[in-house]
Nanobody
Framework: QVQLVESGGGLVQAGGSLRLSCAGS????????MGWWRQPPGKEREFVAT????????YYAGSVKGRFTISRDNAKNTVPLQMNNLQPEDRAVYYC???????????????WGQGTQVTVSS
């Protein structure tokens, strides 16, 4: 059984921080690639970040580089996304995504969670 469940979404002021977490089961956390996408209101979904199975390799979208940090905690079966210096433009539904490779995550993924809402206010 493969399942991805996001948590940690909420309301934060601009400049603040928020930590999302993706909890999974089954092949999810033995997959080579895990990551995050997001969908701002009125816009298309976009890639955010991805990590290798051990967390040793990461890749970020330019819009979040230097502000967001993805990691892997296989012992806890979680994929955290630490988001710092959040801006109103970061408001979106954030989705946890799994694939067999990092490039697979960047290309759209194979398994998605239901999403968690992140709202950033001025």
């Amino acid at each position: 059984q493969v399942q991805l469940v996001e948590s940690g979404g909420g309301l934060v002021q601009a400049g603040g921080s928020l930590r999302l977490s993706c909890a999974g089961s089954g092949r999810t956390f033995s997959s080579s690639g895990m990551g995050w996408w997001r969908q701002p209101p009125g816009k298309e979904r976009e890639f955010v970040a991805t990590s290798s199975s051990t967390g040793g390799t990461t890749y970020y979208a330019g819009s979040v580089k230097g502000r967001f940090t993805i990691s892997r905690d296989n012992a806890k079966n979680t994929v955290p996304l630490q988001m710092n210096n959040l801006q109103p433009e970061d408001r979106a539904v954030y989705y946890c995504v799994a694939a067999q490779s990092m490039s697979g995550v960047r290309g759209g993924g194979e398994n998605w969670g239901q999403g968690t809402q992140v709202t950033v206010s001025s």
